[in-house]
Every structure is written in C-alpha cells, then in structure tokens.
C-alpha cells in the first residue's frame, strides 16, 4: 500500500530541539512508537486514506502532549510541534483494577483511548510508571479533556479544564458500579 513519509520536529518553548521524547501514533487502529533523536525529529509513515492520526507526546520535563495531526495532500511533511512550558496535574483514582476510563482532549479530532495508552513506557521499560498511591498520574498541557467509563462518548462521560499549575483529582473507581464519578 502507498504511504507517505512525515517526519515531526518536537522542540521545546524557545525552539530547541527534544531528543527522547516518546511519540506515540494511532490512525485508530494501530499504535506505533518512535522516540526523537538528537534534533527532536521522529520519522514515520501513514498509509494513503488515513485522514488523521493522534499523537501522544512524552518528554521529562514538560508537559504531555495530546493531538491529533491531520493528514492531507496540502499538510507540512515536517510539522514542528512546540511543547508547553505549563502542566496540570491530572490525578485519577481507578481502583484496584479495571476497567479504567479512555481520555481525550475535549471539542479535538482526538479519539478517546484506553489508559495504558497513556502510561505505557517504550520497550523495555516498566509498566505503569505514572501509578502513585493516589492513582495515576499524568502532567498533562493546560486544557478540557474528557473522560469517558468506555472508549466511547455516551452520556456517562464527563469533561474537566485543567488550569496551569493545578492539581485535579477525578475519582473514577466507582464508575463500573455506581455511575458518574466524583
């Protein structure tokens, strides 16, 4: 199948280039993982017909970036994706155990996906890294995301702006049994 070849520059608030920052793609279908090399670029293919792919985007010290790049004849085939200088904190308490609630940045092309998407490490390193005894934890870029019990919208789902430099605690443990969450 034809794929084009795009390759996305992440570079920090005064224009440097990120290197080991953890990209993530989904075309929704499949994720692929690429880490930046010493200019902050990460080189990847999207086959033809794929109109939108979403991006996660980990580096120690910012904070992560959740996006979706469009994929169009006319688009940038080096887009350069500037990092935030301000984080939220994002704290959910899930449980012990599954089922644990998709995220998505909110009224974005974003699609809702499954937690350890987010808290995946890159091969070979630890499972859940963002797991504290508060729940998991993610310092996420100012903004409105949307939580959902499924990796579906319904009615169950709920939305919470994150300001700069807050902390913002969602208890979903009781989302499977009882409901809305707190």
């Known amino acids: 199948h034809p794929r084009r070849d795009v390759t996305m520059w992440v570079l920090s608030p005064s224009d440097q280039p990120i290197s080991g920052a953890v990209v993530r793609f989904s075309n929704r279908y499949y994720w692929h993982?690429?880490?930046t090399g010493p200019g902050g670029d990460a080189a990847f293919s999207v086959p033809r017909g794929v109109d939108a792919i979403d991006v996660i985007i980990a580096?120690?010290?910012y904070?992560?970036?959740l996006m979706t790049l469009a994929i169009s004849l006319e688009m940038e085939t080096n887009?350069?994706?500037t990092?935030?200088?301000?984080?939220?904190?994002?704290?959910l308490s899930v449980g012990g155990s599954p089922p644990?609630?998709?995220?998505?940045p909110a009224n974005a092309g974003f699609g809702l996906h499954?937690?350890?998407e987010f808290f995946g490490s890159p091969a070979g390193g630890p499972h859940f890294p963002n797991s504290t005894?508060?729940?998991f934890e993610f310092e996420l870029e100012p903004g409105t995301y949307t939580l959902c019990p499924t990796n579906q919208i319904s009615p169950k789902c709920i939305q919470r702006t994150l300001a700069p430099g807050t902390e913002t605690v969602v208890d979903v443990s009781s989302w499977s049994t009882h409901g809305a969450p707190r």
């Open 114 to 116: 499954w937690l350890p």
């Open 33 to 35: 993982e690429e880490v």
């Open 63 to 65: 904070p992560m970036r």
């Open 83 to 91: 990092l935030g200088s301000s984080s939220s904190l994002l704290v």
């Open 133 to 135: 005894p508060r729940g």
């Open 100 to 104: 644990w609630p998709a995220l998505a």
């Open 79 to 81: 887009p350069q994706i």
């Open 59 to 61: 580096a120690a010290g």
